[in-house]
C-alpha cells in the first residue's frame, strides 16, 4: 500500500525552529523526486520545496529560501525539512509528495503553527 506519513509539525514561536518528516511506503520512494507542500488557511496548496531522487539537487520557493532546507534519507525511505528562522505566514499544514504529485498519495499532512 503507498503511503506517506507526516509527522513533526507542532506550535512554535516566530524566530523559531521545527523539523518535519515525510515516512515512504508502498512505493520505490528512492526512484522519485519528492517535495514538500503546504496549505495555509484559505489558500490554495502550494510547493515549498523539492528534492531530486538522489538529494543532490533541491528546489525552494521564494518565500522560504535560504530559511528552509530540504534533505532525504533513501535508506530510511524518508525525506526532511528543517524550517529555520520560522514566521507567522509559515502556518500551514505541511504535506509531502512526488514533485510531481499524485492524487491518491496525499496524506493527512502535519500542522506547523507559528505564533508571533
Not at 28 to 48: C, L
Request: charged share 15%; proline share 2%; aromatic share 12%.
Amino acid at each position: 500500500q503507498v503511503q506517506l506519513v507526516e509527522s513533526g509539525g507542532g506550535l512554535v514561536q516566530a524566530g523559531g525552529s521545527l523539523s518535519v518528516s515525510c515516512a515512504a511506503s508502498g512505493f520505490s520512494f528512492g526512484t522519485y523526486d519528492m517535495a514538500w507542500y503546504r496549505r495555509a488557511p484559505g489558500q490554495e496548496r502550494e510547493m515549498v520545496a523539492s528534492i531530486s531522487r538522489s538529494g543532490g539537487s533541491t528546489t525552494y520557493a521564494d518565500s522560504v529560501k535560504g530559511r528552509f532546507t530540504v534533505s532525504r534519507d533513501n535508506g530510511k525511505k524518508t525525506m526532511y525539512l528543517q524550517m529555520n528562522s520560522l514566521k507567522v505566514e509559515d502556518t500551514a499544514v505541511y504535506y509531502c509528495n512526488r514533485a510531481s504529485p499524485v492524487k491518491y498519495m496525499w496524506g493527512q499532512g502535519t500542522q506547523v503553527t507559528v505564533f508571533s
